[in-house]
């Protein structure tokens, strides 16, 4: 895997080892990196970054205004989710033009998170859409994909969010496949069971990427 360098970094900016974890929509990546963050480590989540940069006074705000209109601001000032969700799943174009907008915000945001936390062993840095951007995969020294069967990533969005079940496929169809997100892998967590079998597995993977990060080396493939 590509990655970037440590030593890219100015000695006052060093990151720590970082563990990109992605997954499907309804695959669980949320569960995974709670249970991460329970044990103590520190999670850099890219998905509340982009909530903070288009809530009210975010630094996304006035471009988003600049390059979609008022009518994609809310009345308190935020970014009206809704509207761009419906406007970017029909528009190539226009959801081009919302990452040129966000991802370089989110990027930027997620290594200050992470240099912040370089007395930390190791950081977990969730990101969505890790396979689709692009250069997230060289932006980490190893990809942790939260997998399960793409109809049960659809059931469980279908029942714990009351979205319908079209939309959601829609979503799926719109993100990488099981299959890419599997070819990217460095290491796999199969949640399609009951939820109490994600701690050990965790645990399992914290006691690796600690050792990794220890060994102060480019990992191997696969876990």
């Given at each position: 895997?590509?990655?970037?360098?440590?030593?890219?970094?100015?000695?006052?900016?060093?990151?720590?080892?970082r563990?990109?974890?992605?997954?499907?929509?309804?695959?669980?990546?949320?569960?995974v990196?709670?249970?991460?963050?329970?044990?103590?480590?520190?999670?850099?989540?890219?998905?509340?970054?982009?909530?903070?940069?288009?809530?009210?006074?975010?630094?996304?705000?006035?471009?988003?205004?600049?390059?979609?209109?008022?009518?994609?601001?809310?009345?308190?000032?935020?970014?009206d989710?809704?509207?761009?969700?419906?406007?970017?799943?029909?528009?190539?174009?226009?959801?081009?033009?919302?990452?040129?907008?966000?991802?370089?915000?989110?990027?930027?945001?997620?290594?200050?998170?992470?240099?912040?936390?370089?007395?930390?062993?190791?950081?977990?840095?969730?990101?969505?859409l890790?396979?689709?951007?692009?250069?997230?995969?060289?932006r980490?020294?190893?990809?942790?994909?939260?997998?399960?069967?793409?109809?049960?990533?659809?059931?469980?969005?279908?029942?714990?969010?009351?979205?319908?079940?079209?939309?959601?496929?829609?979503?799926?169809?719109?993100?990488?496949?099981?299959?890419?997100?599997?070819?990217?892998?460095?290491?796999?967590?199969?949640?399609?069971?009951?939820?109490?079998?994600?701690?050990?597995?965790?645990?399992?993977?914290?006691?690796?990427?600690?050792?990794l990060?220890?060994?102060?080396?480019?990992?191997?493939?696969?876990?």
């Amino acid at each position: 895997m590509a990655t970037r360098s440590h030593a890219e970094f100015s000695v006052s900016e060093r990151v720590p080892f970082r563990v990109g974890l992605t997954g499907g929509i309804g695959s669980g990546k949320s569960l995974v990196a709670d249970r991460f963050a329970a044990i103590g480590v520190v999670v850099v989540d890219t998905d509340a970054i982009a909530h903070r940069l288009t809530a009210p006074g975010g630094a996304a705000i006035e471009p988003i205004r600049r390059s979609f209109g008022d009518s994609f601001i809310d009345a308190a000032g935020a970014l009206d989710r809704a509207r761009m969700r419906t406007r970017v799943f029909s528009d190539a174009t226009a959801k081009r033009g919302l990452e040129s907008i966000l991802h370089p915000l989110i990027r930027a945001q997620a290594d200050t998170d992470a240099v912040e936390a370089r007395s930390a062993p190791y950081v977990i840095v969730a990101v969505p859409l890790l396979v689709e951007s692009g250069d997230w995969a060289a932006r980490v020294d190893r990809v942790l994909v939260i997998d399960c069967p793409v109809t049960q990533q659809v059931d469980r969005v279908v029942r714990t969010r009351c979205v319908p079940r079209q939309q959601v496929e829609a979503i799926v169809s719109q993100q990488a496949s099981r299959e890419q997100r599997l070819l990217a892998a460095d290491d796999v967590l199969i949640n399609a069971g009951p939820p109490d079998l994600i701690a050990p597995r965790v645990a399992r993977l914290h006691g690796h990427y600690s050792a990794l990060a220890s060994a102060g080396r480019e990992p191997t493939r696969p876990l």
